[in-house]
């Protein structure tokens, strides 16, 4: 079973910078995609960004400019590194793992906070 696990996370002031890791392993499914959501209290999960294999990266307008999504679906791994942090970003980030069709896969997810 799939067993997805994220690290990274911290509290940061604004105008700094974080990097999120996540390693997916215990599965022998082919990786789809590997995809970031982050959720702030009162707030729907939101896509922030995903890598597809193939080497595709996306970032959501929110966060373009400022986070950086890397990785490799191949190695199980993604990263998030995140810049010019603001508090707006204060959020629980998870890692979705796609194994699309099979199913997927998510983390527990990891506190970031942003605040002076």
């Known amino acids: 079973q799939a067993r997805v696990v994220e690290s990274g996370g911290g509290l940061v002031q604004p105008g700094g910078s974080l990097r999120l890791s996540c390693i997916c392993s215990?599965?022998?499914?082919?990786?789809?995609?590997m995809r970031w959501y982050r959720q702030a209290p009162g707030r729907q999960r939101e896509l922030g960004a995903a890598?597809?294999?193939?080497?595709?990266?996306d970032t959501a307008d929110s966060v373009t400019g400022r986070f950086i999504v890397s990785g490799d679906t191949a190695k199980d791994r993604v990263y998030l590194q995140m810049n010019s942090l603001k508090a707006e970003d204060t959020a629980k980030y998870f890692c979705?793992?796609?194994?699309?069709?099979?199913?997927?896969?998510w983390g527990q997810g990891i506190q970031v906070a942003v605040c002076s």
């Open positions: 979705n793992v796609d194994f699309t069709p099979l199913g997927d896969a």
């Open positions: 215990g599965s022998s499914f082919s990786i789809y995609s």
């Open positions: 890598i597809t294999r193939g080497g595709g990266s």
